[in-house]
């Protein structure tokens, strides 16, 4: 999260904060009237423009992710918003021709699930639901439940020494109930009356994206909503245009069919998209190889191997009984010294029909199993129905502790199972196989039952299945030896589970380094490289059937339907990307900045990473919102997938669908163009080269080539803005598909990519619990949209997550009101006989013309490369600073304020300030008298900002800052005070100046790297001095910083302006800052003052002195 500004940081509330809310009303009153004005003059609707020879108005398109509507938008939207909104804006200004086009998605599960479950609640509830929690009673006996369920998982935890978490012992989830309820939710958003009307999926897309334009608007977005739409089949126009795409997807190779490995959820009986996850968004697939560990007849006599002697004893059980372990290291199977099972944990055994035999694992682990291929080749799955597995027995983990087992590859001729409490049942199969050559968790763990006979003996673990077996080296790695595990483990001092940040560290760098430069010591690959060896050994040990592939998501992945997700194997339609030509030509776009900007060096590491990973991916699902793949109608086209060229959808939308429709009725289309007429060859012809006019189209021909000419003058799109966390999918994709259908024009790639963080408020994560989860229109009601947009500005711009801070909201209603009422009095109240004019400027007036120049330049370049916090610091805060400082000046020096200078700088503020608060700087633009809209009035012209002349002010700046300090430390009864200047330096520092000189790269605008250790070197040969070499240090290590903030002018030898004429133009100014009745400008060197030593070393050129005695 970004720090606070200095200005905002030091802002108090206090004693400022308006008595109710007269002020905020103010602005939303003026908001309101701003935005109807805009609406009427139609000020943001844009349409190609070109100069006199034909050619194009420099133009800028912004576009934004569309929401998707299943609620209203909130601030989290809105933060990311704002970037994309500011930018339009500052391109506007600019003079650019800039269109901000939006949409509203409404493609996948969200939706229809949330309708099929409110549909649920209204038949076994009725209208309105009467919920069983309602009832005291029932709701006291449901709490009781989840107690006794949160004691029996402490006990639990207890009994193997786990650290227990706390669970939910009352009904206090997300609505308060602990039980999700969909009327529940909507009942916070929509009448009551209106709710079963949500029952129909359909009704979502009519009811919530017209409210998203309302609230957008009074966000005052600057969205030609003529262009606006909604996805599905619902919208004929859009629909068209996705089956277009996708034709041309396969016309190209680029969408595929097959069985794939996809995050699936067996309750929807479909692929789980990113979109579709209530959580888990970005997790794919990983690979799993499970070892087959044979179960051979117990040999200890213990009883609690009644069940296991059973089921190996029946028809199922003679074919053979495995534990499955699931690794990622197949080529480690050589050490397998035991099995670990969870000693609490829940297992099952499980009839795998593909191999006739028996598997042990977790029931987790054994549904996904039962969604699997074990020969995708041939179409054969582990179970003979998907999704569905036979469980013949159930056992505790205790009850497989001290099983002797056949290990495949290991070198013992048996292994056992032993106790490990650490064990995750949500990840893999519940079952661990060990080697502690390699694996630190291993080597503690066995260490650990060699080293504690009470522990191993309370599990029931014999010191047979013990201490025979130690580690086995097999793997060689360079500086590590034989057993990197052992190594580690010594070499950090690991005792035991409880150094669990050390076995992480252990755990990481042991199998980065044995897999980058492990060797192979054992075994017939014996002396490859263990990444050349791993492949082969997992091939080897499914072709023998010691192994199978198995896979599981990443981690945790829930669906919309609150389904834990698996990974299946299923027939599906799917895009090619990672294929090689694709992903390079891709990767070669993004990483040229002439033709690429990700704006931030970690965004594009972003992009890097995600090109590298992303592969295949399953476009189509079997229901839900969306658009039906055009050749194979039981597919549905899934929300990331039609969601990835739509931008250019926008270029054409106002030509078919036209303003307020966003559903897409024929009725309204502006230049009647039926759905039926939108055939292949009139997208090709729109949207390719080289196709030509489709003859016979319903379509006017200039209507064909308007929207054709259209497209052409848009695109590529310049700037695409988003959260953070649309990197690993949809931005990456919409690269994939825009190089795809424009192969062969990659001049139309999008142009520039900007992501940002997520919104905090007032530094917490937003949560309705915490009461901060703010809604967009509540918060613009609150604070104004301006003021919303102010705290959005200032919250940050980088990847990390930035901070809305409601005091800054509240600051800047009364910012903006008092500046807005001090403009419009000094420019169009005051008399303008008692403000000077002419060419005539004083010091001061020079100052703020300066540095108005310099700050029109430095929020241009903030705005450009989207750093609008640091933009707000130069076109507001340093503005103000500006200002302020010229007012006060002028007030202390009985001097009165210039017309134009102050006119000057106005109008530049309000145009600096405009991508951010647009609305008032319209109002206050249009008070002061000036023509047109100020969202369209041009970026200030300014001239070169004079550095001199800003080193001046500085100085002027920082010597009264000091003479502040030192005037505060005057003793009682002092009275004369004398400035004492310097215009040069004694020769021991002008040598150091010299010196530095003779250091300093005048291209790079910089010192060596080794400049301080030179200084020393240099110090202690050439200043003859000694007590002067300490001394040399400390000035040259100051003077560096001077020059590091002011250029090369800061080595200086004689100071280059009149510092005495600035401080004597200052004196009343001066005086007053400090309080002073008299107050004199002196040269130090002034034989008559006879300035003391003390005091006179203090002086520089530069740097003056107050002297008071």
Request: hydrophobic letters at 35%.
């Amino acid at each position: 999260m970004a720090p606070p500004t200095p200005e905002m940081a030091n802002l108090s509330l206090a004693g400022n904060a308006p008595k109710g809310t007269a002020k905020r009303d103010a602005l939303c009153a003026a908001e309101v009237e701003v935005q109807a004005m805009w609406e009427r003059e139609k000020v943001f609707e844009c349409n190609p423009s070109y100069d006199s020879s034909g050619k194009k108005d420099d133009k800028f398109i912004t576009t934004f992710p569309y929401p998707y509507s299943n609620g209203h938008l909130h601030l989290g939207h809105a933060f990311s918003l704002t970037k994309a909104v500011f930018r339009a804006q500052f391109e506007r200004n600019r003079g650019k021709n800039s269109l901000f086009p939006f949409a509203f998605h409404c493609t996948g599960m969200p939706i229809q699930a949330a309708a099929n479950k409110l549909k649920s609640e209204i038949e076994l509830y009725g209208t309105p639901p009467q919920f069983p929690e309602e009832d005291p009673a029932v709701r006291a006996k449901m709490e009781a439940e989840l107690a006794a369920a949160a004691k029996a998982k402490a006990d639990k935890a207890a009994a193997t020494g786990a650290k227990a978490k706390g669970g939910k012992t009352k009904l206090v989830q997300k609505t308060g109930t602990g039980i999700v309820r969909q009327w529940n939710i909507l009942k916070r958003m929509v009448p009551e009356d209106e709710i079963p009307q949500f029952s129909d999926p359909v009704h979502w897309l009519r009811y919530f994206p017209p409210i998203g334009v309302e609230h957008m608007k009074r966000f005052g977005s600057g969205v030609d909503w003529r262009r606006a739409f909604i996805t599905t089949s619902v919208n004929g126009y859009y629909d068209a245009f996705i089956r277009w795409q996708f034709n041309v997807l396969r016309e190209k190779g680029k969408v595929l069919f097959g069985k794939r490995n996809n995050v699936y959820s067996i309750v929807d009986g479909q692929v789980c998209a990113d979109h579709d996850r209530s959580e888990g968004e970005g997790v794919g697939p990983q690979e799993y190889v499970l070892i087959k560990l044979k179960v051979l007849a117990p040999d200890h006599g213990q009883e609690r191997h009644g069940k296991m002697e059973k089921l190996l004893n029946t028809e199922e059980g003679k074919k053979g009984v495995y534990l499955v372990p699931a690794t990622l290291r197949p080529e480690t199977m050589y050490g397998q010294t035991n099995c670990f099972i969870l000693p609490t944990g829940e297992y099952g055994a499980y009839y795998i029909d593909a191999t006739d035999e028996v598997f042990i694992m977790s029931a987790r682990s054994a549904r996904g199993l039962a969604c699997q291929a074990y020969d995708a080749a041939n179409d054969i799955y582990f179970t003979k129905e998907f999704g569905k597995i036979t469980q013949l027995e159930t056992f505790s983990g205790d009850e497989l502790l001290g099983l002797p087992l056949s290990a495949p590859n290991s070198t013992y001729e048996k292994v056992y199972t032993l106790p490990l409490l650490t064990i995750s049942m949500g990840k893999g199969t519940g079952v661990v196989t060990s080697v502690p050559s390699d694996a630190p968790d291993d080597h503690v763990a066995l260490q650990a039952l060699k080293d504690k006979p009470d522990f191993a003996a309370k599990y029931g673990i014999t010191p047979d299945m013990v201490e025979p077996f130690e580690v086995v080296p097999i793997i060689s790695i360079e500086g590590y030896g034989d057993a990197s595990a052992v190594f580690m483990c010594e070499k950090l001092g690991i005792k035991s589970f409880n150094d669990k940040a050390k076995l992480a560290q252990a755990k990481d760098e042991t199998y980065l380094k044995g897999f980058t430069i492990g060797v192979m010591t054992y075994g017939p690959h014996s002396g490859k490289k263990v990444s050349d060896a791993k492949p082969l050994i997992k091939d080897e040990m499914i072709k023998a059937g010691q192994a199978h592939l198995y896979f599981e998501p990443e981690s945790k992945v829930v669906s919309r339907t609150n389904d834990e997700c698996v990974v299946a194997s299923t027939d599906q339609w799917y895009l090619a990307y990672g294929e090689e030509s694709w992903c390079s030509a891709v990767k070669k776009h993004v990483l040229d900045d002439e033709k690429f900007t990700a704006y931030d060096t970690a965004s594009l590491e972003k992009y890097d990473a995600t090109l590298d990973w992303l592969k295949e991916w399953a476009c189509t699902r079997q229901f839900g919102l969306g658009t039906f793949l055009p050749w194979d109608k039981q597919w549905v086209i899934e929300s990331l997938s039609d969601s990835t060229i739509y931008m250019a959808y926008y270029t054409i939308a106002h030509y078919l669908q036209g303003e307020n429709n966003l559903n897409g009725e024929e009725s309204k289309s502006p230049e009647n163009i039926k759905v039926g007429d939108l055939t292949d060859d009139v997208f090709n012809y729109i949207y390719r080269k080289g196709f030509p006019l489709p003859e016979g189209s319903g379509i006017a021909s200039d209507t064909l080539t308007k929207m054709r000419d259209e497209f052409r003058y848009w695109y590529p799109m310049d700037l695409r803005v988003s959260a953070k966390d649309l990197i690993p999918n949809h931005l990456t994709m919409a690269l994939y598909n825009h190089a795809a259908i424009w192969d062969d024009e990659p001049e139309l790639w999008p142009r520039g990519y900007y992501t940002n963080g997520h919104i905090m408020v007032d530094a917490q994560k937003m949560s309705k619990s915490k009461g901060n989860f703010l809604m967009m229109l509540e918060t613009i009601n609150k604070y104004s949209a301006d003021a919303t947009r102010f705290s959005c500005a200032d919250a940050g711009d980088t990847l990390d997550d930035a901070n809305f801070s409601r005091d800054t909201a509240n600051a800047a209603i009364i910012s903006l009101t008092n500046e807005a009422a001090w403009i419009k009095e000094f420019l169009t109240e005051t008399d303008k006989s008692t403000l000077r004019s002419g060419d005539d400027l004083n010091f001061m007036e020079k100052v703020l013309e300066n540095e108005t120049n310099r700050l029109v330049k430095a929020t241009e370049e903030c705005y450009e490369g989207m750093q609008f916090r640091e933009g707000l610091q130069k076109g507001w805060f340093e503005m103000m600073i500006a200002k302020n400082n010229y007012k006060s000046w002028c007030h202390d020096s009985g001097i009165a304020m210039h017309e134009r200078i102050v006119r000057k700088w106005a109008e530049s503020l309000i145009i600096l300030i405009c991508p951010i608060c647009p609305h008032w700087s319209e109002t206050l633009w249009k008070d002061i008298g000036k023509e047109g809209f100020a969202v369209r009035a041009p970026w200030p012209v300014v001239g070169e900002e004079d550095k001199l002349l800003t080193r001046q002010a500085k100085f002027l700046r920082d010597s009264l800052k000091n003479f502040r300090t030192s005037a505060g430390k005057a003793k009682k009864g002092w009275k004369t005070a004398t400035v004492l200047v310097a215009d040069g330096y004694p020769e021991w520092k002008i040598n150091a100046l010299l010196w530095m000189q003779s250091q300093y790269n005048k291209s790079s605008g910089s010192f060596p790297p080794t400049f301080m250790k030179d200084l020393k070197v240099w110090s202690t040969a050439n200043v003859s001095d000694k007590k002067k070499i300490k001394l040399t240090m400390q000035f040259v290590s100051f003077m560096k910083r001077e020059v590091d903030e002011v250029g090369e002018m800061g080595m200086d030898i004689k100071c280059p302006f009149d510092q005495s004429a600035i401080l004597n133009e200052s004196v009343a100014y001066i005086k007053a800052q400090l309080n002073m009745a008299e107050l004199s400008v002196a040269s130090v060197d002034d034989p008559e003052l006879a300035v003391p030593d003390r005091t006179s070393q203090n002086v520089s050129p530069g740097k003056p002195v107050l002297w008071m005695r």
